[in-house]
């Protein structure tokens, strides 16, 4: 007899997380692999850009979940839960590190072999003032840095950025002004499209 398993790849986070506290593999792996990724990204740019360590903070993290899933609050939603759970892990190793290392941001390499020649210096251009942007950001506290990351990167709101670092969404605006005000005077020699605004 052929024993039938539920396909969990178009279920809900907040529903995966409910099958994880059952007990059910199937759905942690799922939500392990929906989200591993780009929780490794964080952790490899909050954490000085190394690997190990990132594949470390993941790995923790997720092992949190297997060992007690009933710390995840259904009234939030997972995402904007599991990004607070990861900045308050980062918050922690900063605290045990007794000299902090500077952090360094990674650049993807974009390949622009077979672009015109406008376009390549248009590409090569962005390369070089990501570059400059993310040097910029190391100089940053972490909250300051999260806070942008959170709102340009992961494309959070104003609101969910609020949730996940446990701060009034003043403060979230406070300091993506303070930031972007910052950035727009050190990289000002590029042109202002590269450099996004805030809007309330």
């Not at 997720?62 to 060992?67: D, P, Q, S």
């Not at 995840?72 to 918050?91: E, G, I, L, Q």
């Not at 942008?148 to 709101?157: N, P, T």
Request: charged letters at 35%; proline letters at 2%; glycine letters at 4%.
């Amino acid at each position: 007899m052929r024993l039938f398993r539920r396909d969990h790849t178009r279920d809900g986070d907040e529903a995966l997380m409910r099958l994880i506290a059952r007990g059910d593999e199937q759905a942690f792996t799922v939500l392990y692999e929906r989200h591993g990724r780009a929780l490794f990204r964080y952790f490899h740019r909050m954490l000085w850009k190394d690997k190990e360590k990132a594949e470390d903070f993941v790995q923790d993290f997720f092992m949190k979940i297997i060992r007690n899933p009933g710390q995840y609050d259904p009234s939030r939603r997972f995402v904007t839960w599991m990004y607070s759970v990861a900045h308050n892990m980062c918050k922690n190793e900063y605290r045990k590190q007794e000299l902090r290392k500077p952090a360094s941001f990674g650049i993807a390499e974009e390949t622009i072999a077979g672009d015109s020649g406008a376009q390549a210096e248009k590409r090569v251009d962005r390369k070089a003032f990501l570059r400059l942007l993310f040097d910029e950001l190391e100089q940053l506290d972490e909250d300051h840095r999260t806070t942008f990351l959170l709102r340009y990167e992961e494309e959070f709101s104003i609101k969910e950025i609020s949730r996940v670092l446990d701060c009034s969404e003043g403060t979230v605006k406070s300091r993506l002004f303070y930031t972007l005000r910052k950035l727009s005077v050190r990289l000002k020699d590029y042109a202002p499209e590269h450099l996004k605004n805030e809007r309330a």
